[in-house]
T-cell receptor, first 115, second 114 residues
Framework: AQTVTQSQPEMSVQEAETVTLSCTYD???????LFWYKQPPSRQMILVIR??????QNATENRFSVNFQKAAKSFSLKISDSQLGDTAMYFC????????????FGTGTRLQVFP | DTAVSQTPKYLVTQMGNDKSIKCEQN?????MYWYKQDSKKFLKIMFS???????INETVPNRFSPKSPDKAHLNLHINSLELGDSAVYFC?????????????FGPGTRLTVL
């Protein structure tokens, strides 16, 4: 069974600085998808970024980028130029395609951005 | 326009009662899901439906019964509510249940069982 581990329950960063959230996963699959979701205090789940395992290039979405290390089964999220609105819970998630499409989530990292 | 909506957003009820949470998506998606987020913020899949057909049932107690009258709706009925059912329940949908399509989440329903 696949598992997702986020070893940092809480992180903090100053506005405009860069922060990296860690995620590791365990799977025997070679093809899969990885995601980072953001959950602000409003509770809404928002997709931040997605990585397809067969793509070597790391995904990037504006200030958000990932460091995907397939051999190490590591999928970290880097947030550059942190903003107060980035304060939220961040969840790493795994999906094995063509197999019911369920997301398997990590336990989350609470990120606080300070002014 | 709201893509995935849930009603109610908050639900407070007594142990032993039966309650329902409704979910509707206006995205034309084929697949819908229910996730449960517990008090420690852990999110876990409960059910998945594709075109009104049950695809996933993740060892959820049979007091929980999803119902999909059409592919735009997936409701969650809970019988004989227990204290441990207190959680936030999220509905989500995706185009065709494949990983390359984003899952869109509803705003969540916070259920409190007293």
């Amino acid at each position: 069974a696949q598992t997702v581990t986020q070893s940092q329950p809480e992180m903090s960063v100053q506005e405009a600085e860069t922060v990296t959230l860690s995620c590791t996963y365990d799977t025997s699959e070679s093809n899969y998808y990885l995601f980072w979701y953001k959950q602000p205090p409003s509770r809404q789940m928002i997709l931040v970024i997605r990585q397809e395992a067969y793509k070597q290039q790391n995904a990037t979405e504006n200030r958000f980028s990932v460091n995907f290390q397939k051999a190490a089964k590591s999928f970290s999220l880097k947030i550059s130029d942190s903003q107060l609105g980035d304060t939220a819970m961040y969840f790493c998630a795994f999906m094995k395609p063509y197999n019911t499409d369920k997301l398997i989530f990590g336990t989350g990292t609470r990120l606080q951005v300070f002014p | 326009d709201t893509a995935v909506s849930q009603t109610p957003k908050y639900l407070v009820t007594q142990m032993g009662n039966d309650k329902s949470i409704k979910c509707e998506q206006n995205l034309g998606h084929d697949t819908m899901y229910w996730y449960k987020q517990d008090s420690k913020k852990f999110l876990k899949i409960m059910f998945s439906y594709n075109n009104k057909e049950l695809i996933i049932n993740e060892t959820v107690p049979n007091r929980f019964s999803p119902k999909s009258p059409d592919k735009a709706h997936l409701n969650l009925h809970i019988n004989s509510l227990e204290l441990g059912d207190s959680a936030v329940y999220f509905c989500a949908s995706s185009q065709d249940g494949q990983g390359h399509n984003e899952q869109f989440f509803g705003p969540g329903t916070r259920l409190t069982v007293l």
